[in-house]
């Protein structure tokens, strides 16, 4: 079993929509979560971070952490063409000894104008 | 959040010959800086872990003598593909982390053709 699961879609929504993107995990001592947005050729940029449990919101994006059911989620309001990309879930449990992150495969959005 | 920059963007080369990619973090001090390998269509795939003033923990498959990864100071990491072959082509990204809030930024990633 993989620690993180992501459906690669892709997603395609047209434009307004409210896209919802989902991350499932297997280790309970994840802590930190964080979603990427990865446009093509270029590296991830972080869009959201979480620590614990929770919802966070920033503009457009709102991020959702549910510990008890090992879950999180990125929704995305007023979807944009410009939001198309590839957004990549990420997690990690020890806060000053960390070495490794882990990673989901990556979700593939289009939004069609 | 924290800015990275890596050098070069692209890079094309013969097979054979050294490529050095650079990767700098550029408003903070960074002991640990992180070398991925990215392929098409694919997540991120972690090739070693460079810590500062010490050798990098490489991840199992990763031979080491084929990528050298230097991490000479608290800003700047190396990451050297010796004789370089066809299939060392791919994107190689690097990031850094903050280390006391778990937050992981990247720079902008390395992509490598070797003809």
């Known amino acids: 079993q993989k620690e993180v699961e992501q459906d690669p879609g892709p997603l395609s929504v047209p434009e307004g929509a409210i896209v919802s993107l989902n991350c499932t995990y297997s280790?309970?001592?994840?802590?930190?979560f964080m979603w990427y947005r990865q446009y093509s050729r270029k590296g991830p940029e972080l869009l959201m971070y979480t620590y614990s449990s929770g919802n966070k919101e920033d503009g457009r994006f709102t991020a959702q952490v549910d510990k008890s059911s090992k879950y999180i989620s990125l929704f995305i309001r007023d979807s944009q063409p410009s939001d198309s990309a590839t957004y990549l879930c990420a997690m990690s449990g020890v806060v000053y000894n960390f070495n490794k992150f882990y990673f989901g495969s990556g979700t593939k959005l289009n939004v069609k104008p | 959040g924290a800015v990275v920059s890596q050098h070069p963007s692209r890079v094309i080369c013969k097979s054979g010959t050294s490529v050095k990619i650079e990767c700098r973090s550029l408003d903070f001090q960074a002991t640990t800086m992180f070398w991925y390998r990215q392929f098409p269509k694919q997540s991120l795939m972690l090739m070693a872990t460079?810590?500062?003033?010490?050798?990098?923990?490489?991840e199992q498959g990763v031979e080491k003598d084929k990528f050298l990864i230097n991490h000479a100071s608290l800003t700047l990491s190396t990451l050297t593909v010796t004789s370089a072959h066809p299939e060392d082509s791919s994107f190689y990204i690097c990031s850094v982390t903050t280390g006391h809030t778990g937050e992981l930024f990247f720079g902008e990633g390395s992509r490598l053709t070797v003809l």
């Open positions: 460079s810590n500062e003033g010490s050798k990098a923990t490489y």
């Open positions: 280790n309970s001592a994840f802590q930190y």
